[in-house]
């Protein structure tokens, strides 16, 4: 009887852990789907204000150095830059999420010519929206050191 209960006890706990491990890979899966479709109607699309309005919390936290926090800083940003550079691009590379974080890495470029700029962009999700914001960018070179290009 003591080992069916031992035995029992184990069953719930690994399925209690289970269960656990499971929501909390469903909730990044929702996270980075989130990220994806922002990114796809905001930078693909240029629909940037159904984008931001979508998936964007109005508390918005902005690391970038050149850009207010809010939602409206981003959107009149990229409304004008949209505007100056209608041809610009970001194509998605990889995409890696884990816990509230969402990363894609992408090849933007302001026109077809261009060899553009590797960008990471990190965002952060809270409650069904993007919350936070960080990114880095490097130009590609055109005489790079290596062959192993920059994805």
Not at 89 to 115: N, Y
């Amino acid at each position: 009887m003591k080992k069916f209960k031992t035995l029992m006890l184990a069953w719930t706990a690994c399925a209690c852990l289970a269960a656990a491990c499971a929501a909390q890979a469903q909730g990044i899966q929702q996270n980075k789907e989130l990220v994806l479709s922002f990114f796809r109607l905001m930078f693909q699309e240029h629909r940037v204000e159904e984008a931001v309005s979508r998936y964007v919390d109005k508390r918005y936290v902005q690391h970038n150095p050149y850009l207010e926090s809010g939602t409206a800083p981003l959107v009149d940003f990229f409304v004008l830059y949209f505007e100056q550079n209608p041809q610009a691009s970001a194509e998605i590379k990889r995409v890696i999420a884990e816990g509230d974080l969402v990363v894609v890495h992408s090849l933007w470029k302001e026109a077809a010519e261009d060899r553009g700029q590797a960008v990471v962009d990190i965002f952060r999700v809270a409650e069904g929206k993007i919350v936070e914001h960080w990114g880095v960018s490097q130009e590609i070179p055109e005489n790079p050191a290596n062959a192993n290009g920059m994805f």
